[in-house]
């Protein structure tokens, strides 16, 4: 780094030889930069450094103070390697990512950013100090102030603020005093304040995440990681203890995965209470254990099919297809993309009192009043396959098994259908077509699948635009055409962006909604199935018969306003293209 940066300083006559030697003397001896050597020692002014490399290499120079950075933007690069490698997001358009860098010749930062985000870097040139503002003004103050800042709202606006943590045995201990005793035990109250916050900002995971010299926090917002905080090391133990002795696991066990649960009552203000269960799944880590606790909110919940995201069109047929009195409905997707609602919501429209309705999940994530849930246990041979296999003995009409994932669970669901019964599932493929090769390379035969199969659904989570604070996006009708509108639409479409606001925790985003492919099963589809024809062929035909695809479901969120055209490219693929989506295995 220092030595291309010296070269193009000492060709554009700004520094010679003698004042670069002692600037690299003096980054060797303080472990400093070049550039903020050659600042340190007078022989160049940060301004004349910037505009020489732009000059050189052809970047532009930017003013950071005169730029607004998008928190969206903020996000994908953490606040450690910002401040390590003096770099800032600026914007981010599509698969490009436009970042201020006060050396633009350092590949490796470049090669480093890329890796982490994914995205094409275009570099632009930025003074270091510049630099060093944007990260203070976006990134805001150190960690250890923002947890002083958290425990310090609570006391002061939630001075009735409380959080209970259930036993499995129905035992209670309150935990009111403990929250706000942050001089007798400030472990117990910053676990606390933690969850508290979390759970108030409608976060889904709390990630604690120890590292060499760093113990970081992070939540999961509307599908998206934000880090919260980068907590003293003297915390790391403590708190990875507390975490443990709350969801009872053994915390002289380091060594081995363990997996517990809390039910956590949580109160605040006067109006303000929920309860909410965690599951907790610790794993060691080269430098600790690592804490993942995911928040299961019943409010979270929406149980009406209305409510989720499909197009008018898809629901119909959804609706059709779920009150047939047999047959296999599948709901396909990443992890993480909503399928446990779908089914919750399809379930609970059909749960009533002549209904025998029976699920096995791993596990069970939210209790339904009226519907029999067990929860899989692998350790005991309790598994997807034995649970349908004694559902069939417990007079059935409806099951639901959370995953197929093997040619036993697969093989009986399809008995179960032909022999008069609905069964809902989930299955990991990148889309409704793609499912039924997943299940002939299953050795399911083509016959079976296409006698059995009714419905197949689709789908993917975005996140909503902040309606208080989205501003209107200028795009030109190419790059509309380009990601699927078609040219009389890019011509009327009015896109929205991000910007930012107190109601929506500065990210422009406020809530997530889904975006729906839904597949109905009819003679021309089974006919393909029969003849082994290629998911290609089977999604072609679907379209011609009025199928909307993820993508088109995501056009259409874009032109109604409710989420961005980045969102939408993230989570899908142009029809007619090779989708790369993360689709291997995980819970449903």
Not at 83 to 107: E, Q, W, Y
Not at 285 to 301: A, C, H, P, W, Y
Not at 414 to 424: D, P
Not at 488 to 495: D, F, L, Q, R, S
Request: with cysteine; glycine share 6%.
């Amino acid at each position: 780094m220092g030595s291309n940066l010296g070269e193009l300083l000492i060709r554009e006559k700004i520094i010679n030889t003698d004042q670069l030697k002692a600037a690299l003397d003096y980054e060797k001896k303080n472990k400093v930069s070049i550039g903020s050597a050659l600042v340190t020692l007078g022989h160049v002014s940060e301004e004349e450094m910037a505009q020489a490399l732009s000059r050189q290499l052809g970047y532009p120079y930017i003013d950071l103070s005169q730029f607004e950075v998008y928190p969206d933007v903020i996000n994908l690069i953490p606040v450690d390697i910002a401040k390590k490698h003096m770099i800032m997001p600026i914007h981010r358009i599509r698969s490009f990512l436009t970042m201020a860098m006060v050396d633009p010749t350092d590949l490796d930062v470049i090669e480093n950013v890329r890796f982490r985000t994914s995205l094409s870097i275009q570099p632009v040139i930025a003074s270091e100090s510049g630099i060093n503002d944007a990260i203070n003004k976006y990134y805001g103050a150190s960690d250890s102030i923002r947890v002083k800042e958290i425990i310090e709202e609570f006391e002061q606006t939630d001075a009735t603020g409380a959080v209970d943590v259930i036993e499995e045995e129905d035992q209670e201990y309150n935990m009111e005093e403990l929250v706000h005793s942050t001089e007798e035990a400030p472990v117990i109250t910053l676990v606390n304040t933690i969850f508290m916050d979390a759970i108030r900002k409608g976060a889904s995971d709390v990630h604690f995440e120890p590292y060499e010299r760093s113990f970081r926090v992070r939540y999961r917002i509307d599908g998206v990681l934000h880090e919260m905080m980068d907590l003293a090391m003297k915390f790391k133990n403590p708190v990875i203890s507390r975490v443990k002795i709350l969801s009872t696991m053994d915390i002289a066990e380091k060594r081995l995965p363990q997996d517990g649960r809390i039910k956590m009552r949580v109160k605040w203000g006067e109006n303000n209470r929920k309860e909410v269960d965690m599951r907790v799944s610790a794993i060691p880590t080269i430098f600790g254990e690592k804490i993942v606790s995911r928040i299961l909110d019943r409010e979270m919940l929406k149980l009406d099919l209305t409510k989720l995201g499909f197009e008018k069109d898809s629901l119909d047929v959804f609706q059709q297809a779920i009150v047939r009195p047999w047959g296999i409905i599948l709901v396909t997707g990443p992890t993480g993309s909503g399928k446990t609602n779908t089914l919750y919501s399809a379930i609970s429209n059909l749960n009533a009192q002549e209904k025998n309705i029976m699920t096995a999940e791993d596990p069970v994530e939210f209790y339904m009043p009226g519907i029999n849930q067990v929860n899989i246990k692998e350790e005991i041979g309790l598994n997807f396959a034995s649970s349908l296999r004694s559902f069939l003995r417990q007079d059935p009409d409806i099951m639901l098994v959370g995953e197929m994932r093997d040619y036993e669970t697969v093989d009986i669901a399809i008995k179960a259908a032909l022999t008069g019964h609905l069964v809902f599932s989930t299955v990991h493929t990148n889309d409704a077509a793609g499912t039924i090769i997943r299940l002939v390379n299953m050795d399911i035969e083509p016959f079976l699948i296409s006698d059995s199969l009714v419905l197949i659904v689709a789908q993917r989570l975005v996140r909503r635009l902040c309606t208080k604070c989205r501003e209107e996006q200028k795009l030109a009708p190419e790059a509309l055409v380009d990601i699927g509108f078609s040219l009389e639409e890019a011509k009327k479409v009015t896109a929205f962006k991000t910007k930012g606001c107190a109601a929506c925790n500065d990210t422009g985003y406020k809530g997530r909604t889904g975006l729906f492919e839904v597949m109905e099963i009819n003679d021309t589809i089974r006919d393909v199935i029969l003849r082994k024809g290629q998911p290609r062929e089977i999604k072609q035909i679907a379209m011609e018969q009025g199928m909307i695809t993820l993508r088109q479901s995501g056009l259409i969120k874009i032109k109604e306003g409710i989420t961005s055209v980045e969102e939408v490219l993230r989570e899908t693929v142009k029809d007619g293209e090779i989708s790369n989506d993360k689709n291997d295995s995980g819970n449903a």
